[in-house]
């Protein structure tokens, strides 16, 4: 079938979604160290810092098709966020929780997950509206 007058896909991006929830997201990975000073004995060997590879996904509403967010752009201003952060002093305590509310927070995403070594992670999101 093409995209035509009496197809109900419409070709005009203003036209394509008024009545749907669009999300784009984009994905990145880096290196950091982190521990866990108060950890239960049971596992106590997060006390000590150690190495992951985090992974995090950001999802972005938004209002049409037509690249309403670039996820290139998005993407690439996250990694630059991380890079920034990701060897501070501050950073060395930070969960996969809190990783995904600073991301959250500084990205204008409306969910974010984030893992360590793609096993285990949190996600955090914005309330949905009404």
Not at 59 to 82: G, N, S
């Amino acid at each position: 079938m093409s995209i035509n007058e009496s197809s109900p896909l419409k070709s005009s991006a203003s036209e394509t979604a008024p009545n749907l929830h669009i999300e784009v997201w984009c994905t990145l990975s880096f290196e950091s160290v982190h521990c866990w000073p108060d950890a239960p004995e049971a596992v106590m060997f997060l006390r000590v810092p150690h190495r992951h590879m985090f992974h995090a996904k950001l999802w972005f509403r938004v209002m049409h098709d037509d690249r309403d967010i670039e996820f290139i752009l998005a993407k690439r201003k996250a990694q630059e966020f991380v890079e920034q952060w990701r060897t501070r002093p501050e950073t060395l305590t930070w969960s996969c929780e809190r990783w995904a509310i600073e991301l959250l927070n500084s990205q204008g995403a409306i969910r974010v997950e984030v893992s360590e070594d793609l096993e285990n992670g949190a996600i955090v999101s914005l309330p949905q509206k009404g």
